[in-house]
Each structure stands twice: as structure tokens, then as C-alpha cells.
T-cell receptor, first 114, second 111 residues
Framework: GNSVTQMEGPVTLSEEAFLTINCTYTATGYPSLFWYVQYPGEGLQLLLKATKADDKGSNKGFEATYRKETTSFHLEKGSVQVSDSAVYFCALSETYNQGGKLIFGQGTELSVKP | DAGVTQSPTHLIKTRGQQVTLRCSPKSGHDTVSWYQQALGQGPQFIFQYYEEEERQRGNFPDRFSGHQFPNYSSELNVNALLLGDSALYLC??????????FGQGTRLTVV
């Protein structure tokens, strides 16, 4: 079945460091891919998305490119801030319906130190 | 513009009891999905409602049921609660095939 695998956390970085969180997926068809962020005690917020191969999603300095050849959607940010500390989830939608059933990875906790 | 709102925020129930969680979708959204998030895990899809009907269902037992009302709001019902049902329950809304927006969740503790 469809699945999403993320790098294990926690990831601890110093402020202004470069961030990469790896995400790979297994899916049939043409899924859409998402990154969601969860701050402590809160629900999930959509960070960025990409709906087809080679699309790049970006938001708030974060970027991820939909790579069909490597089935990956790695999250990157050039310079992290303390306020970026949160849990990041990679997800895919099983069909063209972006609001349909989402398959999530296990989450990667990011901790940014001043 | 209010986002997705869920109630209550926290709830404590005893094994064997029944619980109802509520969700109001983001303004203009017509589709509601429910997810269960165990501690330290990613959310797991329970089911989705559109036009007051269950459209998709994840791998959850029949103890989990739901409803969508004409104003698009939704309820999640869980019967015969087990300790393992303790989790954060997330509601997400979307408009047709657009991306899902999540609420803050309801933290359910079963004792």
C-alpha cells in the first residue's frame, strides 16, 4: 500500500543553520505531496504542497521539490530560526483529490537553539 | 475568517463509555475528514464526509462513526471506548479537491 517515510528525529540545529528533512514515498498513480507543521499543543498547519512531478512548493522560506524519479519530497530551509521548532509531517494524498485521504509519515521533531 | 474549529479541546472518559466530538469546517469548505493521532505518531485517517455521506473510510472499527450536517459541520462518535482510543482527534476540512486545513484537535483521554 501507499506509505510515507521520514527521517527520524529529533533534529537539533543552531539558529541560522541549513535544514534538510528527508521524505520518501511509495504510491501508485500520481499523488499530491504535502508538508504540514505542528507546533506544541496545536493542530497541523499546511506548510507547502506540490501536485505534480518537478513542482516546487515553497512558503516562509521552506522549499520542497516533487521528485518522481527518486520518489522524494525533501524539506529544506536555508536559515532556521528558533520559532521553526516544531514537528514536521510529510504526507501524500492517494488520489488527485488533495483533500482526500492523507497518508502521513511519522513526523520529524525539529529543535532550533539560539 | 474562522478556520476549522473543534470542541471540546480536552475530554476524559471511562472505558466502555461513548463520546461525541464536534467540528465546524473552515468557511466555504464542504468536505470534512477525521484523523486520530496517537502520541508521537502521524495522524491516521478515520473517514471523510461529503454531502452528508461517508465517502472514504480508513482502517477503523465500526465503533467509530460519524455524521455530517447540512451546514457541513460534523460529529465523530466513538462507542465502547478502549484505553487505546486515547489520542488527539483532528478534524480537517477542504473544498472539493483542494488541500485540507486542520483544526486544533480534541485530546481524548480514556481511563
Amino acid at each position: 500500500g501507499n506509505s510515507v517515510t521520514q527521517m527520524e528525529g529529533p533534529v537539533t540545529l543552531s539558529e541560522e543553520a541549513f535544514l534538510t528533512i528527508n521524505c520518501t514515498y511509495t504510491a501508485t498513480g500520481y499523488p499530491s505531496l504535502f508538508w504540514y507543521v505542528q507546533y506544541p499543543g496545536e493542530g497541523l498547519q499546511l506548510l507547502l504542497k506540490a501536485t505534480k512531478a518537478d513542482d516546487k512548493g515553497s512558503n516562509k522560506g521552506f522549499e520542497a521539490t516533487y521528485r518522481k524519479e527518486t520518489t522524494s519530497f525533501h524539506l529544506e530551509k536555508g536559515s532556521v530560526q528558533v520559532s521553526d521548532s516544531a514537528v514536521y509531517f510529510c504526507a501524500l494524498s492517494e488520489t488527485y483529490n488533495q483533500g482526500g485521504k492523507l497518508i502521513f509519515g511519522q513526523g520529524t521533531e525539529l529543535s532550533v537553539k539560539p | 475568517d474562522a478556520g476549522v474549529t473543534q470542541s471540546p479541546t480536552h475530554l476524559i472518559k471511562t472505558r466502555g463509555q461513548q463520546v461525541t466530538l464536534r467540528c465546524s469546517p473552515k468557511s466555504g469548505h464542504d468536505t470534512v475528514s477525521w484523523y486520530q493521532q496517537a502520541l508521537g505518531q502521524g495522524p491516521q485517517f478515520i473517514f471523510q464526509y461529503y454531502e452528508e455521506e461517508e465517502r472514504q473510510r480508513g482502517n477503523f472499527p465500526d465503533r467509530f462513526s460519524g455524521h455530517q450536517f447540512p451546514n457541513y459541520s460534523s460529529e465523530l462518535n466513538v462507542n465502547a471506548l478502549l484505553l487505546g482510543d486515547s489520542a488527539l482527534y483532528l478534524c480537517a476540512s477542504s473544498l472539493r479537491q483542494g488541500a485540507a486545513f486542520f483544526g486544533q484537535g480534541t485530546r481524548l483521554t480514556v481511563v
